[in-house]
Every structure is written in C-alpha cells, then in structure tokens.
C-alpha cells in the first residue's frame, strides 16, 4: 500500500466548506487504499491574526512566547479536518508536532527540523488510520513548541514525506502548478508540467511564493518526489486525472525536456533592500566584521559585491530582505561603521529583484547578453547582477520591475512553453 503526504496551504483550509472539501479528498485518495498522511497549515490569516494580537501586547514579541501563540493556527486546523473526516465516517487522528515529536533546534521563530519519530505516525497508518499532523511546528530539546518560519508547513510536509519514504508529497495550493512566472503579472504565463528541483530552488529562492525555500532544498536532497496542484478543483474529480495535473518537481535526468529549454522561469522579489558600507579598508576580515554582524541578528545576506579597491579602500554591497532593512541599517551605524572604519553607511529601500532561471544555461550561450540587451531596449538600468550556474539575477529600481519581468519573459518566449 502506497503512502503519501498531502499538505494543504491556508487558503485551502480557509473556511469550514472548504476544509470539508480538503476532508472529500484526503477521503478519495484514502478509498482508493492509499496510506495518507496530512499536513495542513493554519486557516487564511490565521497567523498573522495571532501575530497581530501578540504585537499589541508586546510591539517586539519574545520569541518563545510567539510560537506559542503562533502555532496554536495549526491546532485548530489539524482538529477540524480531523472531525470533516470523521464526519464522512473515516477514522482519523490529529497530532501537534510536539506529539509526534517533530525534534527542531532553539531557534524560535526560524527553528530548523533535526528528527523525526515516525513510530506513532506509523502506528495509527496501520491501523488503516488517517494521521493529520500541525506544519510549521516542533519541539525543541528543552521541551519548549518551535516553528519554522513562514510557509514551514511546507518543509514540515516534505520532512514527513522524507521520514515516512513517502511514495510523492503533494502540495495542495490555491494555484494549479508552477508557472514560467507570476500569471497576475503576466496574463500569458503558462504552467509547467515538470521543473526540475534546482530550478525550482532558485525560483523560490528568488521570489517565487508557490514554495518555501527550505521544503524544496529538502525535497531535493532527500530525493521526495514533489508535485504542486490546486486544491480548489472539484475534489471528486477521477485520481488517475488528478494525481497526473499540477507540476511535478523532478531530477535533472529524469526531465527529458530540459534539453530544449533554455529558460523554464522569470521570478522577482518585490521586498528587496539595497546597502552599501563606503570606504571600507581593503584588509583581510573585514567582509566577515561586517556580514558577521548581520548574520549574528539573523537577518539574511543575498546579493554581496565589493568593488575593486582604489587607494587601499573599497566599497561593500548587499542585499536584504525588505523587513530587516532598518534593522540592519541601525546595526551598521550604531556598531560596524566604526569597528571597520567605514566612511558611510548609505542604503535604497526600493529596490526589486528580477531573475532568469533555467537549467539549459549550462548548454547553451547568450542568455546573459540577451537579458541585458532586453532591459537596456527598456531603459531599465541594473544596480548589481548576481550569477550561477542556472540562474541570472538583477537588482533594479522596484518602479520598473514589472515592466522587466513582461519583457524579459516575451524575450525568452516563455509565452510558448
């Protein structure tokens, strides 16, 4: 018997019709002798809702006392599907992720997922038992509730599927696949019937929002059979058409379409932030007194430059997150400018990320000169480009990042996938 792990966004557990829906499924799946894991997120708005009430308590929430709030969405939302289910006359459990457990590390808020007992899990599946397991949270080894960030249900779900060897792990969404980039901002985007687990790591990495960052790092190197698909379809629609739609996230020689696709995706991050230490001595350590800083307050370093170094002294670029931006910009004046000797600290808030991202890079040449060619006939002007071996990323002036992503998606013809 087949197991697998469904996982339902907050969308999909939105309202008390549409977890009943979830429960129609997860009962379809279960009919056709399926074992079933589930791991639901929160209800739409549910954990910002907690958010919010914690911040009128405390404008900066201690961290232990937010995953307590904050994980208590997922609780509700683990209960109620339990009890849909039972409705249809399926017997099924619900467990927190302190029952299973689901062990994670100190981190509050960001904690990191380092084991998983699958004995209680497996117990109930053989018992011919639907288990429902809260995402997004764990307990660490001091006996204190964790959770993984936003969108961690994901990578709670991908983890269950990696623990449990499930046979695919199917993200249900409120869209129907992955797109070759956002359909709101493109209106002829079209769905990709495979992408391939490094493309899709830079694609979320990089702006995507169908998947968290971490879940598809960890489907990859756990080699879980991944597939994106909407739950907003009939959930009585035959599971041979279902379990084929959506997008199915593979392995490079599994994919025999890559060859002939140069570019699959054009992602783009609006919450981008820009900062540059001027005048920095150009001596060995100084890239760590300043990144050390920020990775110390744990706010998160994408794109770095640092300039060629005129008169012994060089100038020193990165990118944050959007959020962290004042964070890091008071850490740097109040602590680093002066231990590094720096003669400034200046910064941009409005900056966005656009990024090409395919796996043919590797086989063919011009995608470089073409994207910039394509920006330049657009007027766009580029503050820093980032490379790797499948992807191209450019920093621009937010004001124009949509007009980047229409033109660089016609560029490349993704209108033809």
Partial sequence: MALVVHKYGGT???????????????????????????????????????IGLAREIMPEPDQRELDMVTSTGEQVSIGLLSMALLQLGKEA???????????????????????????????????????????????????????LGRGGSDTSAVAMAAALKAAECLIYTDVDGVYTTDPRVVTDAKRLKKITFEEMLEMASLGSKVLQTRSVELAGNYHVPTRVLSSLTD???????????????????????????????????????????????????????????????????????QNQSVGGKTDFTFTVPRPDYNRAMD????????????????????VSKVSAIGIGMRSHVGVASRMFGTLFEEGINILMISTSEIKI??????????????????????EKM
């Fill in 331 to 350: 850490l740097l004046n109040n602590q680093v400018k002066a231990e590094v000797g720096a003669t400034d600290i200046i910064g941009d808030a409005k």
């Fill in 393 to 414: 990323s450019v920093i621009i002036d937010e004001k124009y990042m949509e007009l980047a992503v229409r033109a660089l998606h016609k560029a490349f013809e993704l």
């Fill in 93 to 147: 459990v619900s467990f927190t992720g302190w029952q299973v457990p689901v062990k994670t590390d100190t981190s509050h808020t960001k904690a990191r997922i380092q084991s998983i007992d699958e004995a209680r899990i497996r117990e109930n599946l053989d018992k011919g038992k639907i288990v429902i397991i809260a995402g997004f949270q764990g307990i660490s080894d001091a006996g204190n509730i964790t959770t």
């Fill in 12 to 50: 999909s557990m939105g309202s008390i019709d549409r977890i009943k829906n979830v429960a129609r499924r997860v009962a379809k799946w279960h009919d056709a002798g399926y074992q079933v894991v589930v791991v639901p997120s929160a209800m739409a708005g549910e954990t910002n809702r907690l």
């Fill in 235 to 305: 959930p009585d629609i035959p599971l041979e058409e279902e379990s084929r739609s959506g997008t199915l996230i593979t392995f490079e020689e599994e994919n025999t379409d890559m060859e002939q696709t140069v570019i699959s995706g054009i992602a783009f991050s609006r919450d981008e932030a820009k900062i540059t230490v001027l005048g920095v001595p150009d001596r060995p350590g100084v890239a760590f007194q300043i990144l050390g800083a920020i990775a110390d307050a744990n706010i998160e370093v994408d794109m770095i430059i």
